[in-house]
């Protein structure tokens, strides 16, 4: 997910695998159960918002960097290895 305004919105989003990413300028990803997991999972960029209901972010070497980076919600988990 990289780009210019990226989007991944709904119910039950996943980001899943080895080398995930979320970069970019205003990247956003919202809903219900939102999940990113794996090894090397990166969200870096300007303006990123992660918010919901149920977030979780887990894996080994998971970065999130940036300005204006938000996470919001009920039931927010970030667990790892180097995170």
């Known amino acids: 997910m ?3 305004n990226s989007y991944i919105t709904g119910y039950n989003s996943y980001i899943t ?3 995930s990413y979320i ?3 205003n990247s956003y990803m919202t809903g219900y159960n ?3 997991t794996g ?3 990166y969200i870096t960029g ?3 918002h992660i918010k919901g209901y149920n977030i979780y972010m887990t894996g ?3 970065y999130m960097t940036g300005y204006n980076t938000y996470i919001t919600g009920y039931n927010i988990y970030i667990t790892g290895y180097d995170t």
Do not use: C, L, V
């Open 2 to 4: 990289t780009g210019y």
């Open 17 to 19: 695998g080895y080398n």
């Open 23 to 25: 970069t970019g300028y």
């Open 34 to 36: 939102t999940y990113m």
């Open 39 to 41: 090894y090397n999972s």
């Open 46 to 48: 300007y303006n990123i």
């Open 60 to 62: 080994y070497n998971s």
